[in-house]
């Protein structure tokens, strides 16, 4: 595929649906139109993280005034997931974390369901939990889910539920011992990370009403409807059919809105509510408590370096924390191996890859999918690895980075691509100089530091995509798709694609809200691969809509179709220049019969097995970082005064629009890696408002953004693109905390480096280098 | 208890009756059906409710009803006048100024506001003027372009 830079792909393009937005007309989760007939969902959550449990005065609950419908585990006693169901849709007898549902009501107004939540009393006989993952493993720990081996999808995981195992993933090449033992370096260090929320600023929230007889429709604000409608029909013992979920405006969802959480309540307690519309719409409070975390991360990781600068060994074992459930998280796992060793061309490497029980919130990955967390550690390991060897740390990327060619996984061999651009590029943009040490002025120190990135983008085992797109007289061109716009520009790539391909005037283009209604029930393509396989479809759909147009025009002409294009919104013929309006065809027709309909679908479906876990590993998406911070040794207060982030996106289809992702990558990075973390007291979330969990205000973005853009085409991709949002943050943490140590010689390795860390660890490192000046002196 | 409360919300008169738990933002959305403004935290932290009342940004999820009256609003589905779009709204559509779009009433509000102080901000003012609107796809960089933007062309 070569790269057109045409007059619409790779130039800037507005946001299409920005408008209704900037207006206050678009529908987000408590926006759905509904008259007086709405009711109103609440739910009941359990504030133990392990405990037995006996739910009392229900009976009282159900007949509090407007009070229409209440459902507890003891009504419906059902489990959840889309993989394995590892979860309860409401607990019964046993809690297993914190923000588990109990029960769900609907009542006539939010003041109502409110009352009859507080009617009822829940008596906790608590029990033994765990909590994090070194007590999860701890011999005769307790066990988080003991009848695991009974729950639907058991047999696709690597599990030890006797060991809170929830599954494992490894992949191993070469002999890693024997070339550690070789090794002329060796560093072996342990990181970690603190658990996240994806804190939408939309909380979650939807509509459902029953419709004739069992026909559930659900007015939602999800990344995934087709997934969820899966989920929740299963749950609820529906055919798929049955359920019919759309798909408005989407307020954020970084990963919390893919897999199931509070949806499937709200179907249950709409089909109890006797035909009534009833909206659920979540408090900050409840999204904190209830929703997903992403999952906490301890690394150890070990690096070997030969005399000639290579790195020849890697051993990385990640652990993660996924509460108790690991079913959102496992798609992730088999991308954390992949990705685990970081972007070198290693001999010798292992990764193994294990998701832990505990009685905490589910898991579900988050922006960045992990991978983020991944190259927090293996960025910082490379730059100690470099310190050791007395090397640059540039230099010591570039000798090993992958390139194109390289095979590093069975029938997989690396794209070109552009990682040493991203590492030098973003060094540049900062100004880093090799032989640079730190600045201090006062008791502010400056440093700059760089990392990389390399994220898989894997196609999931009976992935679909779908796209139709129809023209007719009245709505000219309107475009069906299973994918959800969630703020990363989405609908205006498919209208790029589509006034580019059919030569349209893009105001002719409607996306239309995603409706499951429109396609089979299905496993989705979601984030990491939304651009590329709905690109896919849609150019099968362009093309054959095109050959309907010129089909038609050429019976019309008798012309052959070969001398007929599409030129502007025209039907022209090279051969005879004649010229026919497509808007005068679609709403006046040619005379005789009704104007003409034309409607093309593409479809897209992986060809890998569709109820296992590996994907197909399709492509690597590329980054660097670099940044420049400054520290105030006395306070640990941190400034992050420049942060550059580069991606290869094989060709920037919109290329304001991919710049805009970056920046936005490089902010949410920025504030997971300085302020973000989720905290427990015995399982009980503690962080419950934006106080407490603060995500990035204006003030805390870092003084320069620098988004670059590098474009080597990925043969595959539409018009050689390649995906990014979700790949845009990997290894933006560890340029961070590259930089702090280069300005205070102090490494950090939990995430998040709060001012509080930073500060204890400055002191620490003071008071060691105090004691050691002194023992010097004496020795003296 | 119950209200009778009279006050001008984007320039047009308005008498209601409220209750005295009530909150300006369930007013608006409820009562008046404008869902510009938005529930984000009912806390007043992330500024997704931001409306103007009496030239000054607010949170109308910390306002109470009873207190409106006599005021005047300006909310999001105030800015733009008829059809045409407001310069700010302009300008957050070209310089992408908006990805899931949830903050944005707010963020245009606070905006509003500022530009109703300060006709030409430096970027330092309009930091400041955000900062009690959160952003979590993390557009603040567009956002700020699209306000400085903004103002320079009003001139």
Redesign the interface.
């Known amino acids: 595929m070569v790269m057109r830079k045409t007059h619409i792909i790779g130039k800037p393009f507005?946001?299409v649906?920005?408008?209704k937005?900037?207006?206050?007309?678009?529908c987000?989760a408590?926006?759905e139109?509904f008259g007086p007939d709405l009711l109103h969902a609440r739910i009941l959550f359990s504030t133990r993280g392990h405990a037995r449990f006996q739910l009392r005065h229900v009976d009282v609950a159900r007949k509090q005034p407007g009070v229409v419908a209440l459902i507890t585990g003891a009504d419906l006693q059902t489990r959840l997931g889309a993989t394995i169901e590892d979860r309860m849709l409401l607990a019964v007898e046993e809690v297993h974390f914190a923000g588990q549902p109990l029960a769900v009501v609907a009542a006539e107004s939010p003041e109502a369901a409110s009352a009859a939540l507080a009617a009822m009393e829940v008596v906790y006989e608590d029990m033994p939990g765990v909590y994090d993952i070194e007590s999860a493993l701890a011999a005769n720990a307790p066990q988080v889910h003991p009848a695991m081996a009974t729950y639907r999808g058991f047999d696709k995981l690597d599990a030890q539920p006797e060991r809170n195992i929830a599954h494992r993933v490894s992949f191993r090449r070469g002999d890693v011992d024997a070339a550690l033992a070789q090794a002329a370096f060796v560093v072996e260090r342990t990181y970690t990370a603190a658990p996240l929320q994806h804190?939408?600023?939309?909380?979650h929230g939807g509509v459902a009403q029953l419709q004739g007889q069992d026909e559930l429709t659900m007015w939602m604000h999800v990344q995934a409807p087709f997934l969820q409608r899966q989920i929740i029909a299963r749950a609820l013992h529906m055919p798929p059919e049955n359920l019919r979920i759309i798909t408005h405006?989407?307020?954020?969802?970084?990963g919390s809105k893919v897999f199931v959480s509070v949806e499937g309540l709200l179907a249950a307690i709409a089909r109890e509510a006797g035909g009534r519309p009833v909206r659920l719409?979540l408090?900050?409070e409840e999204e904190f408590l209830a929703v997903f975390m992403t999952p906490a991360m301890r690394a150890q990781v070990t690096m070997g370096l030969d005399e000639a600068g290579r790195i020849v060994a890697f051993r990385g074992i990640y652990d993660w924390n996924v509460g108790a459930s690991v079913d959102a998280f496992l798609r992730e796992m088999q991308r954390i191996a992949l990705a685990g060793t970081g972007p070198y061309a290693i001999p010798h490497a292992e990764v193994q890859v294990n998701a832990i029980y505990t009685h905490l919130l589910p898991a579900a990955p988050m922006r960045g999918l992990s991978v983020a967390q991944v190259h927090w550690a293996v960025e910082q390991l490379v730059d100690e690895l470099a310190e050791e060897a007395g090397l640059s740390p540039l230099l010591l990327r570039q000798r090993n980075l992958v390139k194109g060619g390289d095979q590093l996984f069975p029938n997989f061999v690396m794209h070109a691509n552009g990682l040493e651009s991203c590492i030098l590029e973003t060094t540049r943009a900062i100004g880093w100089q090799p032989d640079q040490n730190r600045e201090v002025t006062g008791t502010i120190a400056r440093g700059k530091g760089m990392a990389m990135g390399w994220s898989p983008i894997i196609i999931s085992p009976g992935c679909k995509s779908r796209a139709t797109i129809q023209c007719d007289g009245e709505n000219l061109c309107t475009v069906i798709v299973d994918g959800v716009d969630?703020?990363?520009?989405f609908y205006a790539f498919i209208t790029q694609l589509i006034a580019f391909e059919l030569n349209f005037p893009s105001e002719w283009i409607t996306v239309l809200p995603t409706d499951t209604a429109n396609y089979e029930s299905d496993w989705q393509a979601i984030y990491n691969n939304l651009l590329w396989s709905t690109g896919k479809v849609l150019l099968q759909a362009t093309a054959e809509l095109k050959r309907q147009i010129l089909s038609y025009v050429s019976e019309l002409w008798e012309e052959p179709m070969t001398h007929l294009d599409l030129v502007d919104g025209d039907v022209i013929s090279y051969a005879t220049q004649r010229r026919l309006s497509v808007l005068k065809l679609l709403q006046e027709g040619t005379g005789d019969g009704p104007p003409p309909v034309f409607r093309a679908t593409g479809v897209y479906e992986a060809t890998a097995k569709h109820d296992g876990l590996d994907g197909l590993l399709q492509s690597f998406a590329t980054t660097g970082f670099a940044a420049e911070v400054a520290v105030n040794l006395e306070t640990g207060d941190l400034k992050v005064l420049q942060l550059a982030g580069a991606a290869d996106v094989g060709h920037a289809i919109n290329p304001?629009?991919v710049?805009?992702q970056l920046?936005?990558?490089?902010?949410?990075s920025t504030?997971q890696t300085l302020l973000e973390e989720l905290r427990f007291k015995d399982g009980v979330p503690v962080t419950l408002?934006?106080?407490t969990y603060p995500?990035?205000?204006?003030?805390d973005?870092p003084q320069k953004?620098h988004p670059i853009v590098v474009e080597i085409p990925q043969s595959s991709g539409p018009y050689g693109a390649r995906d990014l949002s979700n790949h845009a943050l990997v290894g933006a943490s560890a340029a961070i905390g590259n930089a702090i140590y280069r300005a205070t010689g102090v490494r950090i390795r939990e995430l998040p480096i709060t001012a509080q860390r930073l500060y204890d660890a400055l002191k620490q490192f003071h008071a060691s280098r105090t004691r050691a000046d002194a023992e010097e002196n004496r020795g003296q | 208890m119950k209200h009778h409360i009279s006050f001008t919300i984007n320039g047009q008169s308005m008498e209601l009756t409220v209750l005295s738990h009530q909150t300006l933002l369930e007013v608006i959305?409820n009562d008046l059906?404008?869902?510009?403004?938005?529930?984000?935290?009912?806390?007043g932290?992330?500024g997704?409710c931001s409306v103007i009342m009496n030239g000054e940004v607010v949170n109308a999820c910390m306002v109470l009803a009873p207190e409106v009256d006599g005021t005047d609003i300006l909310?999001?589905?105030g800015?733009?006048d008829g059809e045409e779009?407001h310069p700010l709204?302009k300008s957050?559509?070209?310089?992408?100024g908006?990805?899931?779009?949830?903050?944005?009433?707010g963020m245009?509000i606070s905006a509003k506001a500022l530009l109703s102080r300060t006709s030409r901000p430096h970027e330092e003012e309009?930091?400041?003027a955000?900062?009690?609107?959160?952003?979590?796809?993390?557009?603040?960089?567009?956002i700020?372009k699209s306000i400085q933007v903004a103002s320079r062309a009003r001139r």
């Open positions: 507005p946001l649906e920005a408008q937005k900037l207006t206050g007309t678009s987000y408590g926006d139109p804190a939408p600023l939309e909380t405006c989407v307020g954020g969802s970084f719409h408090t900050r969630v703020g990363q520009g304001e629009g710049k805009a920046k936005g990558a490089i902010i949410q504030s408002d934006f106080m995500i990035a205000t204006t003030a973005m953004i | 959305r059906r404008l869902t510009g403004a938005k529930h984000g935290c009912s806390t932290e992330c997704a909310t999001v589905e800015l733009s779009l709204q957050f559509i070209d310089h992408h908006v990805q899931c779009g949830y903050c944005a009433p245009l309009i930091r400041e955000l900062v009690g609107n959160l952003c979590r796809c993390g557009a603040y960089a567009d700020i």
